[in-house]
């Protein structure tokens, strides 16, 4: 179960501090350095591109008022099923706030006809995954499934409308878990921080109210609070169906109507509209935590979704702050350095948006600096306007973001579903660019001006705190523990969790064969052998480019230099500065992950040819400029800051050096703050010549590359790269794990726990065995919520989120034994006894249904490895790094199928750990 709020500013400003995958160029500006490009010519391209990006969306509305949304797409055996409600946290009342989230997670607790088990254990019999999410605006419950069950999840959800039982015992346990995520979200400082800024910016308005509300109102719900809003809210005549993949519309329909026809419509039925008096105001929140790096957010009223005017809000989103050539990054990241990152944003709102430019500052002594220049760069763009060279680039960044949502289901269904019930346009996703070049120029100057306003401009700051408050605060978090342990307390299940009933009785169907994608491949003189596959279902192509050489390569004192040299390729080649970098690949709409180890790009066909180009001058072109190095010098240190100061990052660092212990798996793929205040310009040349060789390196190229002659294009752009082969790294011996207890004090609602042991590696003839019980142990690859883990949490309400692995990280050389959850204080202990029970004695008591079940959902999810263009790159390269055979998914029924229980139980047994590394992270003591 998830709230939907602001993934994109929070991806956004990860992004661009260099974490894993970061896409991290983006598109605006000068004039092109292209021969034979034209202003008109890549005007006319984008919007033809957007022409074709089209798809249609059948609609039917039932007799009760229930709308029906089916996208068709056969590109893989999948379904994703999702159903709306137009009901969110804005619709509660006083006194209780919060609600709407809490029946979102008692939906899965059962109805007179489904056990509180049943929907868990369905969706893991189905090979299925399931989720639910509230917003402000609206509530959502999802299924995907393969295409031969999809249909088992209507019948389900049909029955979910009008049938929850919402019985107290179940909701005393599942209250536990929620006041559980709560605290969880209230660790997350930049989200705090913008839920405050929305309490003070929304004052008189429901969005003024978290989504996951009060602790106060929340421990004073019962059953019948539940049922009241529920009965008002969950009728056929306030919902949308959502089914996008491998169906038949009319299928769609027809099951529709036997399933959720017959439930009756509310005629009185009517949604409430909220007044906000608006004023002309500027409020300010700051909030002081325990923190090395702060945080600045700068938030503008905008226009509500039901205007539809989002895609002219994300336009004005590019040119102003989104990617390295857009005006205030360029201003504030790169000419003036006042800040390591800055991304721009709009938090899609029904009723009143907001657009949020984020930024993590230096120095708190360089905010004011900050916010001066974002006031004259505003003012500036009022006064002069956009360029046609930023629209330009505008489009072609959404016409790709597009493309990107067309090669995933549950992203469209999401998608489709969110904008139909603002706009009741079932198509507004598809077709929301559809507006020429000069309107929508006029229409970003205009939106600017009502929008962009330095009077109305509200600001957040999260600040160190200071060493003055530190007990105070440290006293609030323990009196708010006592108050939850009282409370609490009093809610208490006495009744185990129901087993599934209605799940019993369900009819495994057998899959129809997948033809797996096979990669071509040719190798060049140079030794980089290219993998191809040729899909046509979107008009562009992603690279995926590996390296010999890992993090692991970086030397012990030099910790963190291959992110360094990696991040430097994009900030200036012989041919290009850093901005003519930058402008030229976000003109294009070009997205480049640069990372240790490789790259990833994704870009329309049309422009594959520049693409590799690009690497050429990233590999064989970069010149490590002394100003962009102490650039990119801060940006790490930034990105160090924030990760010690992240618990989970932190959790993670400690497993690794104790489990690992001399060995290279032990570094720190980012550095630390000695390691990379030590490297000079002469370290980041040596490293780039010795480690960035075609040698021993795989470029996997997947996309519509029809009429392409691939080996002659890649042979003209990457032939002449050329470098010595890299000696292997000698791995030592990983000592056996010795019992040991590592307290991390780190002042936090909640404590980070994990438990770890070595495991064995990607090569080791028990690791398919392993696979199928992390599946039955923590949920495996589908996240499944019917695993003892999970079990723990339905039973207890001890953690809001749990997983486990016998294989994580397990590649070359042995990965852990790992399980890790987020629990608060006065749980701690009660958490640790029962999930080392779980852990010893799990295994014991599979049983052969479970068995099978997991098996048929690791094959099933072999599928999801191959739903879009990157995803397929990642497999042929997963192939190649582990030398496996161009057939291993199609043989994976075969392979899986010899193994019997007891030879996985047999294999449990062997890495079972006989001694644990404990560590916490949290309001814990040292152990001595």
């Not at 006194?95 to 997670?105: P, S, T, W």
């Not at 602790?215 to 009728?235: A, E, G």
């Not at 006031?375 to 500036?380: A, D, P, R």
């Not at 598809?430 to 330095?454: S, Y």
Request: proline share 4%; net charge negative.
């Amino acid at each position: 179960m998830k709230m939907k709020k602001m993934t994109l500013l929070v991806a956004a400003l990860s992004a661009t501090v260099f974490l894993p995958g970061f896409s991290c160029l983006d598109r605006t500006g000068q004039e092109s350095k292209l021969e034979g490009i034209q202003m008109d010519s890549v005007k006319t391209t984008a919007q033809t591109e957007q022409q074709a990006a089209k798809r249609v969306v059948v609609k039917k509305v039932l007799a009760n008022g229930m709308t029906v949304l089916v996208r068709p797409m056969h590109i893989i055996p999948k379904v994703s099923i999702q159903l709306f409600y137009d009901v969110g946290s804005k619709d509660e009342q006083n006194n209780e706030r919060g609600i709407a989230h809490l029946i979102e997670h008692m939906i899965f607790k059962g109805t007179d006809e489904l056990s509180e088990s049943d929907i868990n254990v369905l969706t893991h019999k189905l090979s299925g995954q399931t989720n639910a999410f509230t917003s402000y605006d609206y509530t959502g419950y999802m299924f995907n499934f393969p295409t031969h069950h999809w249909q088992e999840s209507l019948p389900v959800m049909a029955d979910c409308m009008r049938n929850v039982r919402f019985e107290e015992q179940m909701l005393s346990s599942e209250m536990k878990a929620v006041i559980q995520e709560l605290k969880m979200y209230r660790d997350k400082y930049t989200r705090t921080l913008v839920d405050d800024m929305m309490a003070a910016i929304f004052d008189g308005h429901p969005y003024h109210h978290p989504i996951i509300g009060y602790k106060q109102d929340l421990w004073s719900v019962h059953s019948k609070n539940l049922h009241d809003f529920y009965r008002k809210h969950y009728v056929p005549n306030n919902a949308t169906l959502v089914v996008a993949g491998d169906v038949d519309p009319q299928e769609v329909f027809a099951l529709a109507e036997k399933y959720f026809g017959q439930i009756p419509a509310d005629k009185n039925y009517k949604k409430e509209k909220f007044v906000f008096n608006q004023d002309i105001e500027s409020k300010t929140v700051k909030l002081y935590r325990d923190v090395q790096q702060p945080v600045a957010i700068y938030a503008f009223l905008a226009p509500g979704t039901y205007k539809k005017k989002d895609h002219i809000l994300n336009m004005l989103s590019e040119v102003l702050g989104k990617g390295k050539s857009s005006r205030l990054y360029r201003k504030i990241v790169d000419e003036l350095q006042l800040a390591t990152s800055l991304s721009v944003s709009p938090e899609d709102l029904f009723d009143h948006s907001l657009l949020l430019i984020a930024c993590y500052p230096k120095t708190e002594a360089d905010i004011p600096k900050i916010e001066k220049v974002i006031n004259e760069e505003i003012e500036n763009l009022l006064a002069h306007g956009v360029t046609d060279r930023e629209i330009d680039r505008a489009f072609k960044q959404m016409s790709l973001e597009v493309y990107d949502m067309l090669e995933d289901i549950e992203h469209q269904a999401y998608e489709i579903g969110k904008y139909y019930l603002a706009t009741r346009d079932e198509n507004y996703v598809f077709t929301g660019l559809d507006i020429k070049h000069d309107d929508a120029k006029k229409a970003v100057e205009e939106l600017a001006k009502e929008v962009l306003r330095p009077a109305r401009m509200h600001k957040g700051f999260v600040l160190p705190l200071p060493e003055s408050e530190m007990a105070a605060w440290q006293k609030l978090q323990e009196e708010s523990d006592l108050e939850d342990q009282r409370i609490l307390s009093a809610r208490i299940r006495d009744t185990e969790v129901e087993p599934a009933r209605y799940a019993n009785d369900l009819k495994i169907k057998d899959p129809d064969a997948f033809n797996y994608p096979k990669a071509k491949t040719f190798t060049l003189d140079n030794g980089l052998k290219v993998l191809w596959y040729h899909n046509e279902n979107t008009p562009k192509a992603n690279l995926s480019l590996s390296l010999k050489a890992k993090y692991f390569y970086d030397p012990e004192d030099k910790q963190g230099i291959s992110r360094f040299v990696n991040a430097l390729l994009t900030e200036g080649t012989k041919n290009y500065t850093a901005e003519e970098f930058a402008d030229e690949i976000e003109y294009r709409g070009i997205s480049i992950n640069t990372y240790s180890g490789g790259l990833a790009m994704g870009m329309l066909t049309e422009d594959l040819e520049f693409g590799l180009g690009l690497i050429d001058e990233m590999y064989n072109r970069a010149i490590f400029d002394e100003k962009q190095i102490e650039k990119v010098r801060a940006q790490m240190l930034a990105s160090i800051r924030n990760f010690w100061d992240s618990p989970s990052s932190v959790c993670g660092q400690i497993t690794k050096e104790h489990i690992y212990g001399k060995h290279p798996y032990h570094k720190n793929g980012l550095g630390t703050v000695e390691s990379i205040n030590s490297i000079t310009r002469d370290d980041l040349i040596a490293y780039y010549k010795k480690y960035f060789t075609p040698q021993e390196a795989q470029l996997a190229i997947v996309g519509d590359l029809d009429n392409q002659d691939l080996q002659k294009l890649v042979k003209k752009t990457l032939g002449n790269w050329k470098r010595d082969a890299v000696k292997s790294v000698e791995f030592p011996a990983i000592p056996p794990t010795k019992k040991q207890e590592v307290n991390y004090p780190m002042n936090r609602d909640q404590v980070v726990l994990s438990f770890a042991s070595k495991s064995i590696n990607r090569a080791d003839p028990d690791y398919d065995k392993l696979l199928l019980y992390n599946q039955i142990f923590g949920g495996g690859s589908l996240g499944s919520m019917s695993s003892r883990l999970f079990e723990l949490r339905e039973q207890s309400g001890l953690f809001y989120t749990i997983n486990g692995s016998f294989t994580a990280g397990s590649d070359e050389e042995p990965g852990m034994v790992l399980i890790r959850t987020i629990v608060s204080n006065d749980r701690l202990e009660e958490a640790e006894k029962v999930i080392k029970e779980t852990l010893y004695t799990a295994a014991d008591t599979v049983t052969e249904e479970e068995f099978e079940e997991a098996r048929r959902a690791v094959l099933s999810s072999l599928i999801d490895l191959f739903v879009s263009n990157e995803s397929i790159a990642s497999a042929f390269l997963f192939l190649e790094r582990f030398n496996l055979p161009h057939n291993f998914f199609d043989t994976r029924v075969q392979t899986l199928g010899h193994i019997t229980k007891d030879e996985m139980q047999e294999a449990v047994k062997r890495v079972m750990p006989k001694e644990l590394l404990t560590v916490r992270v949290g309001r814990v003591e040292n152990v001595d």
